[in-house]
């Protein structure tokens, strides 16, 4: 299982009701973070899968409603006497985030290690693959893509046949060749199927709509999106503060041909979100809007 959840669906300023945006994704043990704006503890606490199972932040970019909540978590992870290491990482300018806590924290009882992202970079957190691509924002801002990969088939009768100890067949299954004195004995293209789907989960904000994020969600069973004005007639409005409406996330979602779209980084001023939701769902019929808490739990498909 592929857990998400939509911590926070505000922009520039949390307000009644409306947490500031964050996301949140859980596999395998391990939880992922990507921005934690100011007061994203407490949706965190209401939703209760753990502070310490907080295994890397990743942070779209340094503007103060997508950061303001780090030293807030951090304290509850000192409070919860965390030992393990946490991983910061984000685009170029991460130095913000270390003066923040160097200032806060004297002393940290954990391990915090910061990582600068460029553009493209990939690697694995807890069996999660992660993409990213620079955005078109007023500063340096990544939008990032989460994977599980699925192994193929183990293809049990077939290592039968081939007579292959059944304590290789693990080793097999993970891609890995056996060999004996040196000899390759066996192979996984002995016993394995074809390639099957994993599960994708993109996020991105404060954007304009761009090729590179078309190709980052690509495929992706979800897309949570910018959605920081409803009205079409704000798309001026949109174009000179870098970021998008409604319809213009809902056409990336359709050329990124997604499975579902949540839309999330409402504008202050966009007191009902869901009135405007026609717009995008005239392009993009699987178009949601984004509410805190939301959460959704990703299976693979029986194959």
Not at 41 to 50: A, C, I, M, Y
Not at 126 to 139: C, L, R, W
Not at 284 to 296: L, P
Request: proline share 4%; glycine share 8%.
């Amino acid at each position: 299982m592929f857990d998400v959840c939509l911590l926070g669906t505000g922009g520039m300023m949390p307000v009644p009701g409306r947490n500031l945006s964050s996301l949140i994704l859980r596999y395998g043990g391990v939880s992922i973070l990507v921005d934690c704006g100011e007061g994203t503890q407490v949706p965190l606490q209401k939703l209760g899968w753990g502070f310490l199972n907080i295994d890397t932040i990743f942070f779209t970019h340094y503007h103060a409603d997508h950061i303001m909540g780090l030293p807030g978590i951090i304290y509850q992870m000192i409070n919860q006497e965390r030992k393990k290491k946490l991983n910061l990482i984000g685009p170029e300018g991460i130095d913000v985030l270390k003066n923040l806590l160097n200032v806060l924290f004297v002393e940290m009882p954990f391990e915090v290690e910061y990582t600068e992202l460029k553009d493209e970079d990939s690697l694995n957190v807890g069996g999660i693959a992660v993409k990213n691509a620079v955005m078109q924002h007023t500063s340096l801002c990544l939008a990032y893509s989460f994977e599980v990969k699925r192994l193929p088939k183990f293809d049990a009768k077939k290592a039968k046949e081939l007579n292959i100890p059944v304590e290789y067949w693990h080793r097999l299954q993970h891609g890995e060749s056996i060999a004996k004195d040196g000899n390759i004995m066996y192979t996984p293209e002995m016993v394995l199927g074809s390639d099957r789907k994993g599960l994708k989960v993109s996020y991105s904000t404060d954007t304009r709509p761009t090729k590179d994020l078309i190709k980052l969600a690509e495929n992706s069973d979800l897309f949570v999106g910018e959605g920081m004005y409803g009205d079409p007639s704000d798309a001026e409005k949109a174009v000179k503060k870098y970021h998008s409406t409604f319809l213009e996330t809902a056409l990336v979602a359709k050329e990124a041909n997604v499975k579902e779209l949540w839309l999330t980084h409402f504008s202050p001023s966009l007191k009902n979100p869901d009135k405007y939701l026609k717009y995008a769902k005239d392009v993009f019929e699987n178009s949601v809007v984004g509410f805190d808490m939301m959460t959704k739990e990703l299976r693979f498909k029986n194959s």
